[in-house]
Antibody, heavy 121, light 110 residues
Framework: EVQLVESGGGLVQPGGSLRLSCSASGFTFSGYALDWVRQAPGKGLEYVSAISSNGGSTYYADSVKGRFTISRDNSKNTLYLQMSSLRPEDTAVYYC??????????????WGQGTTVAVSS | QSVLTQPPSVSAAPGQKVTISCSGSSSNIGNTYVSWYQQLPGTAPKLLIYDNDKRPSGIPDRFSGSKSGTSATLGITGLQTGDEADYYCGTWDSSLSAGVFGGGTKLTVL
């Protein structure tokens, strides 16, 4: 069974930093692109970032470009999202999502349960 | 403002059929495949339809998808109260080099 388990969420002050992790199991981790998608309280889904299967290509939403960095460790089956210069509008549940192919253009097929990030003073 | 446009809400009676539209452009829906996701209250989204019209294993054939040009449609027949959820369309936008979603449609089964 494919499983994605996010961790690292919490309460952080504006301007602060946080690193999210996503531990994966049940599939060949290095064979698939991965995404981060977030959902603010009471709002819809918002694409955040994606990374190709080998980590060679990364993609970002304009809203996080220059502040967030996506990375992966294929030897540890783990995806990361380093978030810095956090703003209150970054408050959301962050989902780790497996893509259907080696690059994110092929769509998302399995979602984790999410980890909550709250940015507030 | 979402890149893809969905109606905020739809409703229908149990047993009836409903459709949810998703409108985009030539750089997203018109250029690649569309997926649909179901988010039941308090849970993570789940893949419902991929590659415009394909169902993952375990998804009943009451759910269907189609695409024409720069628009896509999700259809649900034989509505059940358990289908009450938020539904999102999603795809890749080649101009943005990013994934995009619709704003979501809340389905109410009256």
């Amino acid at each position: 069974e494919v499983q994605l388990v996010e961790s690292g969420g919490g309460l952080v002050q504006p301007g602060g930093s946080l690193r999210l992790s996503c531990s994966a199991s049940g599939f060949t981790f290095s064979g698939y692109a991965l995404d981060w998608v977030r959902q603010a309280p009471g709002k819809g889904l918002e694409y955040v970032s994606a990374i190709s299967s080998n980590g060679g290509s990364t993609y970002y939403a304009d809203s996080v470009k220059g502040r967030f960095t996506i990375s992966r460790d294929n030897s540890k089956n783990t995806l990361y999202l380093q978030m810095s210069s956090l703003r209150p509008e970054d408050t959301a549940v962050y989902y780790c999502v497996k893509c259907s192919g080696v690059v994110p253009v092929y769509g998302m097929d399995v979602w984790g349960q999410g980890t909550t990030v709250a940015v507030s003073s | 403002q979402s890149v893809l446009t969905q109606p905020p809400s739809v409703s229908a009676a149990p047993g009836q059929k409903v459709t949810i539209s998703c409108s985009g452009s030539s750089s997203n829906i018109g250029n690649t495949y569309v997926s649909w996701y179901q988010q039941l209250p308090g849970t993570a989204p789940k893949l419902l339809i991929y590659d415009n019209d394909k169902r993952p294993s375990g998804i009943p054939d009451r759910f269907s998808g189609s695409k024409s040009g720069t628009s896509a449609t999700l259809g649900i027949t034989g509505l059940q109260t358990g289908d009450e959820a938020d539904y999102y369309c999603g795809t890749w936008d080649s101009s943005l080099s990013a994934g995009v979603f619709g704003g979501g449609t809340k389905l109410t089964v009256l």
